[in-house]
């Protein structure tokens, strides 16, 4: 890793009392960001990680739901939590959810596994339906960094289902 990540990185884990209040902000994208800032941290994983869950579990705003699921997914990569991909597979398995959470959860248990991909997730991921939330998925911070040719959540979703064969837009 590049010797100024690191020491980004560092400094973030150093100055994380400063950046929890951001957390409950009253604008959605501080709080997108905050999560996406906090999963570069390089230790106290468990209480970022809290931190995020209990966010989480108040959050509104659909693209900061995404947000705070994919940061959460990021450190517990990191930290080799072994619980992750079941609360990821929980969350995009249940139906009751909000069609966001659910893909948000499904791109998170595929960046924590390396098992074949479910059936009812390929059908998840490739329902027209998911294609709706394009827009807010490129509101997203992991997400834009991914899609470098700015075709959106589908490019994504493909890449990450069928890595091997070239995307060709519709």
Do not use: K
């Given at each position: ?22 957390l ?5 994208e ?55 991909p ?17 893909v ?12 074949p ?15 709706q ?38």
């Amino acid at each position: 890793m590049d010797w100024t990540i690191q020491a980004a990185r560092a400094a973030i884990t150093a100055d994380l009392h400063l950046l929890f209040p951001f957390l409950p902000n009253p604008d959605p994208e501080v709080r997108s960001a905050t999560a996406f800032v906090l999963a570069t941290a390089t230790g106290e994983m468990p209480r970022i990680s809290s931190a995020l869950h209990s966010r989480l579990a108040v959050e509104d705003d659909p693209a900061v739901r995404v947000s705070l699921i994919l940061a959460i997914a990021q450190l517990a990569r990191e930290d080799q939590d072994e619980h992750a991909p079941a609360w990821a597979r929980a969350l995009w398995s249940d139906a009751a959810q909000p069609l966001e959470t659910r893909v948000g959860a499904a791109l998170a248990w595929l960046c924590l596994v390396d098992d074949p991909v479910p059936d009812e997730l390929r059908t998840l991921l490739t329902d027209p339906c998911t294609d709706q939330l394009n827009e807010l998925f490129q509101q997203v911070p992991w997400l834009p960094p991914v899609d470098y040719y700015g075709s959106g959540l589908r490019r994504c979703i493909h890449e990450m289902l069928t890595p091997d064969v070239p995307w060709h837009s519709a």
